[in-house]
């Protein structure tokens, strides 16, 4: 491990974001410009947003508080949102949250205030504000918490089934260099989306996965609804939205039929193959093809094909973010399986290639840095929710709920404390949110911005931004550890959360406990010196990085901190053990599990990967039986009267809903609202041109959004992407967030997971002026008359 040298100018500030390293300088003009990092061969167009988000009107400046809260105090609300906000000033804002925290979990104890607070918020390993508030959440006796991710609800609990543990296929999957060094055929179910790899949580600094992605010379079958989610070249199977698992089923039907398995590595890796085969019975590339809209003689040949190259088999994330999301997973990982492949280099089982910028990067040289974390602290309230069951939990206190095998209750939630995270962004249904969010007797939101999920509180605290605040920073595959230098004073009066948390701590007889004693700064140096993999602080913070990797001797992290904590939402880094890091560090866990599977087993009850699983069937799940099994999503039933297929993916303009007031986001908007694809026939159907505002609407919800008219686009598919700031007039969203369309749905009994991939609605052009966005300025504020 190397520092830069000390002696080279730090020009700017150095930072880190979920979507690349740069430097911040102030130019000629005294604006701020933001300067890729110099190691960063492909930085992302993300970066174009941050300058003009940084002082952008909807900066929330001042502590707000809803007016009848402050009048009438706690209580549920009907049309939270509808009512204005006064401003306060600290000293109030802060009391009056004590004073409900306080209330609540004295009345009606820990467990009624909602600490689950998921969101990406930003990067750095300190300031991360989900982690924050939960080590705060932590002191003052507990919270309800949420479990997984958004990313991977369904995959994080279906896995460790299968495998042992989510890491053996999402954390140790074929780098791109093994791939193209052997890799055959990439059979890429969800495609391989070039515009999700600039992002990885907690950042990265150099972006190579697009020039991997370029090279590729193995051949590639994109099976997507959506043309261009893959390298030119790539022969394109335009199937159904939602329809993989009968296509899997079908190519291991062919297998299975024309004696193309690997009965050897069947019998010695996999458990279940006798139950799995006998499921597969009518499963025929016939039976498939009018379901997934793929013609049975393509299936037969790509089975064919599968099974004479070396073949990796991908499955994007998107593809479980759906109704019976885990059957993809688990139909892709058997096929994998039959064709013998698992744990060759290049060969196998793949699960976020092209969802997430470090899946398939090798890295730092050497086996991963285990990164510094801020400890959580313990949690004594045992109430949870699988993430996306938020809506339910808060409109059916006491109601029960299957989760893994499990019947849990929800609690009756009075507060939910809200850091770091855009839930009217990333939930589905969002009329149902909202009347869920009428429900708690208080909602406290830190945020840098009037989102809408800041417009939904009762107490709205401004939080800084990453640019107005020391940390350090790195993502799991990053090259380097970056100190984050404060470039500009914090907007307004916005305070970090550590700040803001640290004083609420204070009221509550808890300071010493949250703080132990350190400034933000302080606390800084003490996880630098925590995890101590580098020079001494000041030459770090001088040269503004440490570079991983880059020779003998470096990697001196060891006792440090397991990656557990702070920087991902994506749930697998939110506790338990840092993974094995003894085991190869290419060709996956799985090379030395298929090597000799009995001195290496899978931590299954078979010890070995589960194609028919006796645990999830003895769960007696409808929705997810005990082996891979295709079922007709439910909203299917709505074919009719919604005749169109939304995808509602990752944008490719911001993260999430991050900067969505930022230049590159608004300069992608068409007519001032997200812009949503459709196909040219389907359009000209619907005598909508391109630019027209058009209304997507089905029973849950409207949305407005801009026309755009795409080819790449299978005939009956829309494209939305999530992420527009949810701007409600009645039932309908006029900025096009999709989520008002979405169904609040969960994957399946077991996993609970989010189902916002996919929803069918229908598009008519919006004749008239269409009404005003509004989310783009901040509401209205009075001031506090007193
Ligand atoms: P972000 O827009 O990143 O979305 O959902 P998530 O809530 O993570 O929200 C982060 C918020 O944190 C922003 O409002 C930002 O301003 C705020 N923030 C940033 N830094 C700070 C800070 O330091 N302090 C505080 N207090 N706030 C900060 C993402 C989620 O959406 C995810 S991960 C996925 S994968 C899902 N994807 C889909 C999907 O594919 N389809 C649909 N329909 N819906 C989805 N929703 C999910």
Redesign the pocket.
Known sequence: MTSSTPEAPVRGASTTSHWGAYRAVTGPDGGLEIVPHPADPDPSPLLGNVASALRHPTRVARPAVRRSWLERGPGPRERRADEEFVEVGWDEALDLVAAELDRVRRVHGNQAIFGGS?????AGRF?H?PGQLRRFLNTVGGCTTSRN???LGTSLVLLPHLVGDAEQVLRRASTWPTIAAHTELIVAFGGLPGKNVHVTPGGVTRHITTGHLRALTADIALVSPIRDEAPAGARWYPLRPGTDTALMLALAHTLVSEDLHDRAFLDRCTTGFPEFARSLEGRDAEWAAPICGVPAADIRDLARRMARSRTLLTVT??LQ?TEYGEQPVWAGLALAALLGQIGLPGGGFGHGYGSMGDVGDPGPAGPAVRLPYLPQGRNPVEAFIPVARIADMLLHPGERFDYDGAVHTYPDIRLVHW?????F????DLNRLRRAFARPDTIVV????W?A?ARHADVVLP????LEREDLGSGRRDTHVIAMHRAVEPYGEARD?YAILAALAARLGTEAQFTEGRTARQWVEHLYASWGGGPPFEEFWAAGEVELGTGPGTRTGTASPTRTGTAS??GTETGGPAPDESADDDGTLFAAFRRDPEANPLRTPSGRIELYSGTIASFGYDDCPGHPVWREPSEWRHVGRYPLHLI???PATR????LDVGAVSRAAKVAGREAIHLHPLDAAERGIAAGDVVRVFNDRGTCLAGAVLNTNLRRGVVRLP??AWYDPLGDTCVHGN??AL?ADRPSSRLSQG?T??HALVQVERLDGDPPPVTVLEPPVLRKAAR
């Open positions: 998921y969101g990406w918020a930003s300031h504000a991710s958004y990313s994330w998107s973010r850091a770091g995270g855009n839930p962004h990333h939930h589905q830190h945020e840098p911005y989102t999920t939080a800084t931004v990453t959360d939402p994506t509602a993916d990752q993260l999430h809903s991050q999530t992420g999709p989520n979405t989010c916002g991939q």
